[in-house]
């Protein structure tokens, strides 16, 4: 009996844990976050294994709401262009935590945790800890910047031995 008493109370322990809250940057300017951002680093999501190429678009609509344009080649720079649209809702004032909607009715927890003055860096982190982008404006990122985001990212709370570089070729950033 006291076995499954130990039992039932780690259950219980574990259910009830959670992750302390994620950090976000003060505030965004929304329109300066729009545009094109290249993945430069994620800890991927099943549907982001073995991309190549990957862009994430940001376009604020009419109501407030963010069409999000995600593409990447699929297991190589020639694979199959792969395009998803989920829509981004902003739900705070300092517009650095949002919804992300791949399918309706569910919604993705997206934070900003990192986001440089020039807005040509940032990180998008989740509260579980389980998902994390590090994107940039160019699509790729000297080695001295890539080792400080890795650090950023640890010290958000994540083990980033999933953390994985997204390959990214010159050809398509100039359009060829």
């Known amino acids: ?17 959670h992750n302390p809250p994620m950090p976000t ?4 300017d929304i329109n300066r976050f729009m545009g094109k951002w290249y993945v430069i680093a994620n800890i991927p999501t099943f549907i982001e294994e073995g991309v190549y190429n990957a862009t994430e678009t940001y376009v604020k609509k009419e109501n407030g709401q963010i069409d999000t344009f995600f593409e990447f080649n ?6 199959e262009l792969v395009k998803y649209n989920p829509l981004g ?14 399918i309706w009715p569910f919604q993705a927890d997206y934070r900003i945790a ?13 509260t579980k800890r389980d998902y994390v982008w590090l994107m940039s404006r160019q699509p ?18 994540y083990d980033i031995k999933n953390l994985q570089r997204i390959p990214q070729s010159s050809a398509r950033v100039k359009g060829l």
């Open 1 to 17: 009996m006291i076995k499954y008493s130990w039992m039932l109370l780690l259950f219980f322990m574990q259910a009830c844990s």
């Open 25 to 28: 940057v003060d505030s965004v």
């Open 74 to 79: 699929k297991d190589g720079f020639d694979g």
């Open 89 to 102: 809702t902003v739900i705070d004032d300092s517009n650095a935590i949002w919804t992300m909607q791949f």
């Open 114 to 126: 990192y986001l440089d003055e020039d807005y040509q860096v940032t990180i998008i982190a989740r």
């Open 140 to 157: 790729h990122m000297d080695e001295k910047k890539y080792r400080e985001m890795q650090q950023f990212i640890v010290n958000l709370g």
